[in-house]
């Protein structure tokens, strides 16, 4: 069974898709982009009222990027579905299904599109300078005293704004080598940082870590880049604007590239 507009049968897969490093990136003004996402489950036995939360699909607007449309598909034939938005604008998908006999698979198609006429400063309201959600550490960003130095290092000279986020995130890019099966999804930025590597949600973690400790309001982006099966994590900063007080700047970094 399926749930959303996009039927990929008739929509998306008769599609012709381009390889992305064939295409002048340059002289694009608009374009879309496929995504599709597996996820499949499989337990020891029979499971009875499974509750299943999905988050993969994106805000409908963010930044540059619009959610054109998508579409679900669940192998189960039975089961019920709600939706709603988060805070943030994520779609969020949660699922009840009386039983599952060994696996369950679910599969989202999404379309979005890229405009370079909306290449303008992404903004939102300046309500979130202040959210405690960007401000303080969280389960797994919690600071050690190597990560509490290296943030007075940083901002030791009075750097502020974008200019000691650039810094933080090119500190952290120099900071771990890039590394499969050393972290898992439990790692906290201190252990990574001990570490010396990890994967990009490490670079992630680490960063924010550091820009909360220097008073930089910041949040964890998780995507995807083209030519990469699974997703990619990055960092978004919250800066005031001195000319609309009303509004905040986001600015993308990722650390894990340096950029």
């Not at 943030?88 to 060994?102: A, W």
């Not at 979005?112 to 959210?131: F, G």
């Not at 590394?179 to 490490?202: E, N, S």
Request: aromatic fraction near 8%.
């Amino acid at each position: 069974m399926s749930e959303g507009l996009l039927d990929p049968e008739t929509m998306i897969f008769p599609v012709e898709l381009l390889d992305h490093e064939q295409v002048e990136w340059q002289r694009v003004r608009r374009t879309r982009y496929l995504i599709h996402q597996h996820l499949s489950y499989e337990y020891p036995g029979p499971i009875y009222d499974l509750n299943q939360r999905l988050m993969v699909l994106p805000p409908k607007q963010h930044g540059d990027q619009h959610l054109v449309d998508y579409h679900l598909s669940v192998s189960s034939t039975n089961y019920e579905i709600s939706c709603c938005d988060d805070d943030f604008g994520n779609r969020v998908i949660d699922l009840v299904i009386p039983s599952v006999e060994r696996t369950i698979a679910f599969d989202a198609n999404i379309l979005v599109e890229r405009n370079a006429k909306n290449d303008k400063p992404y903004y939102v309201s300046a309500d979130w300078l202040m959210d405690p959600r960007l401000l303080e550490p969280s389960a797994l960003t919690q600071p050690d005293e190597a990560l509490e130095r290296m943030a007075a290092t940083l901002r030791a000279d009075g750097a502020q704004g974008l200019l000691l986020a650039q810094r933080i995130n090119e500190w952290t890019y120099r900071a771990l080598n890039y590394a499969h099966d050393v972290t898992d999804i439990r790692t906290t930025a201190a252990q990574a940082l001990a570490l010396g590597c990890g994967v990009c949600q490490d670079y992630a973690h680490i960063m924010l870590t550091l820009c909360r400790l220097c008073g930089l309001p910041a949040r964890y982006v998780s995507g995807h880049m083209l030519g990469e099966g699974g997703t990619h994590a990055w960092v978004e900063v919250l800066l005031p604007v001195a000319e609309e007080p009303d509004v905040a700047l986001v600015v993308p970094f990722d650390p894990t590239h340096g950029r």
